[in-house]
């Protein structure tokens, strides 16, 4: 069953064309997104040709300088696109938000030639990215990455194994964090690294529980010969380059999680009117009405704490505490959330006739990506106890 277009959300918006933009978005995902995505999921298709068109839209660039083809958007807007995008389907709202972290690196610490080189490409929507920090043994303990870069006159010479990377084996370029030095995280580089290099493969994708449509696959380095001049910021920067990124990265999670969660919601909320039991509909029933409440305060207390927080950002203050909250509520309450809906159809919520299972199954993985929850935690304690 297509789900019923996601309701439109009041926003608060900073300019017009902020506006246009948002209505930009709901079309696009009201006509490429929505008709397709329940058929593509169960298939486990990838829809490359989407990403294409929201770059011809300009939604793969928005928070980036306009000089090189970004969009020069603030987070605060950016993020609300990424809303809308992940309320139609998430494996395309987490594949630009994805997409968005793998342009991180050379956009905030690339030279101006390396940006100038490579980065309108990038931002026009004919490539697509990857980030590739976790590995099989370094998933919360990123500093422990054991994939290695040794530099052989002009070039770097990469071994390791990176997992667990969205778009792995489809992406045109990938950011890769290897280790260049000693142990720990100042030996740590990034490297600027193409889809096509020679001695690059992906494994097979994982058997997931979600996002089907989405090929998160190991990479392999089996020798890959990396010019030295693809180095995004100096050696020994690597884990400061990936920890300013997943800041961002975390606040594109909340914002997707927010959008699955409202598009679990309107389904809910429509389901509600229309069945009807004892004479009435089931709306009416006082249990069911408050498990509605609740979950529509929810998802306006996360979308009010993501918008926050992506202010922050653009006002150029600090804002990690804040992104790790956002992340944490965000994911936890979409959890909840989509759990509720299912609930609230009933058996019908157990089938795959409506969306419900799909949204409660794609909730999951967003309590895990970015950082687990438990890592969002541990990441306020410290800002919360620091001298």
């Not at 920090?133 to 070039?155: C, F, I, K, W």
């Not at 800041?247 to 309107?266: K, T």
């Not at 794609?362 to 309590?367: D, G, I, T």
Request: glycine fraction near 10%.
């Amino acid at each position: 069953m297509t789900p019923s277009p996601v309701k439109a959300v009041e926003r608060q918006l900073p300019t017009e064309e902020a506006r246009e933009l948002l209505g930009l978005t709901r079309d696009l995902v009201q006509r490429e997104l929505q008709p397709r995505a329940a058929e593509d999921e169960a298939a486990g298709r990838f829809p490359r040709e989407v990403f294409r068109t929201l770059g011809e839209a300009g939604l793969l660039s928005l928070p980036y300088d306009e000089k090189y083809g970004g969009g020069d958007q603030p987070y605060e807007v950016y993020l609300q696109v990424l809303e809308e995008l992940a309320a139609g389907w998430l494996a395309v709202g987490l594949g630009v938000s994805v997409h968005t972290l793998s342009c991180h690196a050379l956009a905030t610490f690339g030279t101006d030639e390396q940006r100038e080189t490579w980065l309108p490409a990038m931002l026009s929507g004919e490539q697509l990215g990857a980030y590739c920090l976790s590995e099989p043994q370094s998933g919360s303990d990123a500093a422990a990455l054991r994939t290695r870069a040794d530099l052989d006159g002009d070039t770097y010479v990469v071994n390791g194994t990176k997992a667990w990377i969205t778009h792995g084996g489809q992406a045109d370029f990938y950011s890769a964090l290897v280790r260049t030095g000693v142990d720990g995280p100042k030996g740590i580089s990034c490297l600027l690294v193409p889809g096509t290099q020679q001695g690059l493969s992906a494994a097979p994708p994982e058997h997931k529980m979600g996002m089907w449509s989405s090929p998160t696959a190991q990479l392999h380095f089996d020798g890959a010969r990396v010019p030295r001049e693809r180095l995004v910021g100096e050696e020994g920067q690597g884990f400061q380059i990936a920890l300013a990124a997943l800041d961002s990265g975390r606040l594109g999670i909340a914002a997707c999680a927010i959008g699955v969660a409202q598009a679990a919601l309107d389904l809910a909320v429509d389901y509600a009117r229309t069945r009807r039991q004892f004479g009435r509909p089931i709306a009416e029933f006082q249990g069911l009405s408050f498990m509605l409440a609740d979950m529509a305060t929810q998802i306006e207390a996360g979308r009010s704490l993501y918008l926050s927080a992506a202010r922050l950002r653009d006002a150029g203050r600090p804002f990690s505490k804040e992104a790790a909250m956002a992340k944490l509520f965000c994911t936890d309450a979409v959890m909840r959330v989509t759990t509720d809906a299912v609930q609230v159809l009933g058996g019908y919520g157990y089938t795959q006739d409506f969306p419900a299972e799909r949204y409660m199954r794609e909730a999951k993985v967003l309590q895990i990506v970015e950082g687990t929850n438990q890592i969002q935690r541990l990441v306020i304690g410290r800002h919360l106890t620091k001298a």
